[in-house]
């Protein structure tokens, strides 16, 4: 495959780097993060190599869900800003040369938002229909609730009118009714207005159950059609206003279903999809120091071929539970005990509440070996803040809270993020060894052997390697089960990534088929080539827990990093 001009599609080579506006930088000193001090660190996120910015809900809110429960679509939150600072954190970043997308939250809005608050006040009110309401019983739905420690029911019944109205997630987060002609122009509208400011595409919160029809009427489901024509419709729409405009789904479901949200073979869904299955894969596949479950999360994404202009975007962590539902119970188990064996560890019990270095008990190799896999992977790396200098969680937070801590910037009280009274903090800071005098950026920024220098080169090696992002991406069998070897073949350069996912080191035979006779083989991590003819086999070593990665070029091609 010849990788050619990619601008089109920018996301398909991009680096996506996710932040929670509040917890990323205090700019006005009250001890909440903000647009104005987001500014200001932009240009660090520039030099770290981040290539598309991905901000979590900034807009007004209750905040009983991290700005996930909304009660205006068309604004900013007054603790972190006003219009005119977001405005100005999209325009420095793309004069960076960086993408900026936002979190779009169509599932539901707050109990608080004004639609909401008409909807409840009477059965034939303008708005009743914007939410989805039954008059009779639901009955037991427990085992339908996304939270089971905080919901026992997806339908909460309103006392004004007597009717029950649906939920999918937390009670004061009421589904909308994307049935309702009205409900798409207005999500058509708040589209339209965020790129008028500067937004290069949404990140699509929880995509399967916007499409559910859970509650509709058989009136109501005919109105929706085919579920599935609304997101095409969406898609369509984001790229008549943007020309380039992506939506990345939040979609964990099966393969096979994922396939279908990204419209399939014709690619008019969503551009981008994070792999879920893919993620919980790679922890089931670290605590057996066996690389053969990525393997087969790799086989059988690759069963259903994507369409040129969709992709897959992988990460390690995000900013939930680091979910492992899609393993089996025995599955889960052993991740559970190689990472998380408490249970003020676990959530839900089907996830954990850590970060990745915790998780591995502080190993830098093992660490540098899960990041270095992250990029290797064929699709788009999505990193969530803080992954870059190795910070960890705050076990004594409620649930998800214990991952979304503020960014750790210094060592100096309030670590640089902010210089108000502790009490004002909008989070506690972990303690221990991952605290921000342990682990911080201005420790680790001027150290090129630091994580933060590591993972900086991890993404200028995927930058500038195309191949990792375009090109089809084979498993090269080299006979052991601990070592995962990957060839992203291009038409004029393969790159080939190794990685041990054992304690101990391990030499490993490589041979890639079908290369060219004039072929020289480079490595990337230490920039020089190698006196090896790779058309026949060539020896790896590695370390416990190594990582190397090399690149197959013509003769003509000069480039060594």
Request: glycine share 8%; charged share 30%.
């Amino acid at each position: 495959m010849r990788i050619t001009d990619t601008s089109d599609m920018w996301w398909k080579n991009a680096v996506i780097y996710s932040l929670d506006v509040e917890t990323f930088q205090d700019g006005s000193g009250d001890g909440v993060g903000d647009f104005a001090g987001l500014a200001r660190r932009i240009d660090y996120l520039a030099e770290l190599g981040v290539t598309c910015l991905w901000l979590m809900p900034f807009y007004p809110s209750p905040d009983e869900d991290d700005g996930y429960d909304i009660t205006d679509y068309y604004g900013v939150d007054p603790r972190l800003g006003t219009l005119g600072d977001f405005v100005e954190v999209t325009r420095t970043a793309h004069d960076r040369g960086m993408r900026v997308i936002v979190d779009l939250v169509l599932n539901h809005t707050s109990d608080e938002h004004p639609w909401f608050k008409e909807s409840r006040k009477s059965t034939d009110n303008p708005y009743r229909d914007w939410y989805v309401w039954r008059d009779t019983d639901p009955g037991d739905t427990s085992d339908k609730v996304v939270f089971p420690d905080e919901e026992d029911s997806i339908w909460e019944k309103d006392d004004k009118t007597g009717e029950w109205y649906l939920h999918n997630f937390y009670r004061f987060q009421p589904d909308l009714n994307i049935a309702n002609p009205a409900v798409r122009e207005e999500i058509a509208r708040i589209i339209g207005f965020w790129t008028q400011l500067g937004v290069d595409g949404f990140r699509v919160d929880a995509v399967p159950f916007i499409l559910e029809t859970t509650g509709y009427t058989g009136e109501e489901k005919k109105e929706l059609g085919d579920p599935m024509d609304f997101l095409r419709e969406t898609c369509a729409l984001l790229r008549r206003r943007t020309g380039d405009g992506i939506l990345l789904g939040e979609v964990n479901v099966p393969y096979e279903d994922q396939y279908e949200f990204f419209g399939a073979e014709r690619g008019d869904g969503l551009a981008l999809q994070f792999d879920f299955i893919g993620m919980q894969k790679i922890y089931l596949a670290m605590a057996r120091h066996d690389a053969r479950p990525i393997v087969e999360s790799l086989e059988k994404r690759a069963s259903f071929p994507l369409a040129r202009q969709t992709q897959w975007a992988n990460f390690l962590r995000n900013h939930d539970e680091l979910t492992l539902d899609k393993l089996t119970d025995s599955e889960r188990r052993e991740v559970f005990d190689a990472f998380g064996p408490q249970e003020n560890m676990q959530v839900y019990d089907r996830g954990l509440k850590r970060r990745l270095p915790p998780m591995l008990d502080g190993d830098p190799r093992r660490i540098r070996m899960a990041y270095s896999l992250l990029f290797s992977l064929p699709g788009t790396p999505s990193i969530f803040y803080g992954e870059e200098i190795g910070m960890g969680e705050n076990l004594a937070e409620e649930g998800r809270m214990a991952v979304r801590t503020p960014m750790q910037w210094t060592s100096e009280e309030g670590a640089g993020f902010s210089n108000a009274p502790r009490r004002r903090w909008v989070a506690p800071f972990p303690d221990g060894g991952y605290a921000p005098d342990h682990v911080n950026v201005a420790d680790q920024r001027p150290d090129p052997e630091s994580l933060y220098g590591f993972v900086r080169t991890l993404i200028f090696l995927h930058r500038r390697h195309p191949e990792l992002g375009w090109a089809p991406t084979e498993v090269v069998d080299v006979g052991d089960p601990a070592v995962l070897v990957l060839a992203a073949r291009g038409e004029d350069a393969i790159v080939v990534t190794v990685h041990n996912l054992s304690p101990e080191g391990r030499t490993v035979s490589v041979s890639v088929p079908r290369v060219e006779p004039d072929s020289r083989l480079v490595d990337l991590w230490e920039q020089e080539p190698l006196p090896v003819d790779p058309k026949k086999r060539f020896e790896v070593q590695l370390d416990g827990y190594g990582c190397r990665w090399f690149r197959i070029q013509s003769q003509a091609d000069t480039r060594l990093y």
